[in-house]
């Protein structure tokens, strides 16, 4: 709420993902938009992806805690350039469990942030139980968040919309685009940031590629008329709950 002769709070976007590359490959444009436009962005980072998503390491013969230590630093360098703050849980993955004590530890970051937009894993993920793990504690967190009759520290919090990222295999996770977010502006970021994650050096062009697939989708839905750039680059969302609106856009 904004009173005469204090600034306006800046909008506030949370984004819980499994493990520390989720965040990067699935919502970095997202997260470098909402930074470019001076808001604040806190990423809640259950798992470091120490067992399942760091093969070239192990393959490497790091040890799990050296692991763990190059993916924080990673995802650190990653958020970082993005204009983002990540909290690390380092709640274990493969399997990521939900548990009551994590998602007591997620309502404590709602309440402290005050999300005005929510960014989560989808409900279904058949290659990768720790993506469902993460969705259903982000979602059961924000709806104890919102009970006053809740304990923990801090204001109770409204209703942030939510939306779900683009999962790996979208088709076989039930994943169909409803929102395509243009992030051409910052795609130099986005990209900038995931080449912070050498751990999975693969995905660098596989998510380049899907941004410009996702970015043809976006031009063809928005009409010629936008005066859009050649290779507009984009991330797709679905959204789990109804969108709040007085006119129809
Ligand atoms: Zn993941």
């Given at each position: 709420m904004t009173h005469?002769?204090?600034?306006?709070?800046?909008?506030?976007?949370?984004?819980?993902?499994?493990?520390?590359?989720?965040?990067?490959?699935?919502?970095?444009?997202?997260?470098?938009?909402?930074?470019?436009?001076?808001?604040?962005?806190?990423i809640a980072c259950l798992t470091f992806g120490e067992r399942g998503e760091s093969a070239k390491a192990w393959r490497a013969g790091k040890t799990l805690e050296e692991i763990k230590a190059i993916r924080r630093e990673e995802a650190e360098?990653?958020?970082?350039?993005?204009?983002?703050?990540?909290?690390?849980?380092?709640?274990?993955?493969?399997?990521?469990?939900?548990?009551?004590?994590?998602t007591d530890r997620l309502v404590a970051v709602y309440r402290e942030t005050q999300p005005d937009v929510v960014l989560t894993h989808p409900v279904e993920d058949p290659?990768?139980?720790?993506?469902?793990?993460?969705?259903?504690?982000?979602?059961?967190?924000r709806v104890l968040a919102q009970a006053i009759g809740y304990p923990g520290p801090g204001e109770i919090i409204g209703a942030p919309p939510v939306f779900y990222f683009e999962p790996h295999q979208p088709e076989m996770s039930g994943f169909k685009p409803e929102v395509l977010l243009d992030i051409t502006?910052?795609?130099?970021?986005?990209?900038?940031?995931?080449?912070?994650?050498?751990?999975?050096?693969?995905?660098?062009?596989?998510?380049?590629?899907?941004?410009v697939?996702?970015?043809?989708?976006?031009?063809?839905?928005?009409?010629?008329?936008?005066?859009?750039p050649h290779k507009t680059m984009a991330e797709a969302y679905m959204r789990p709950y109804p969108q709040v609106t007085k006119e129809l856009a």
């Open positions: 005469a002769g204090t600034p306006p709070t800046p909008r506030s976007t949370l984004v819980v993902t499994a493990h520390a590359g989720d965040f990067v490959w699935r919502a970095g444009g997202a997260i470098a938009l909402a930074a470019s436009r001076g808001e604040k962005v806190t360098q990653a958020a970082a350039t993005l204009g983002a703050q990540v909290r690390f849980f380092d709640a274990g993955d493969y399997p990521l469990v939900a548990t009551a004590e994590l290659y990768n139980g720790d993506h469902p793990a993460a969705h259903r504690m982000a979602l059961q967190a502006e910052v795609w130099e970021t986005k990209r900038k940031a995931m080449e912070c994650l050498a751990a999975q050096q693969h995905l660098w062009d596989y998510y380049t590629d899907l941004a697939r996702r970015g043809v989708q976006l031009k063809r839905n928005a009409g010629p008329n936008l005066g859009l």
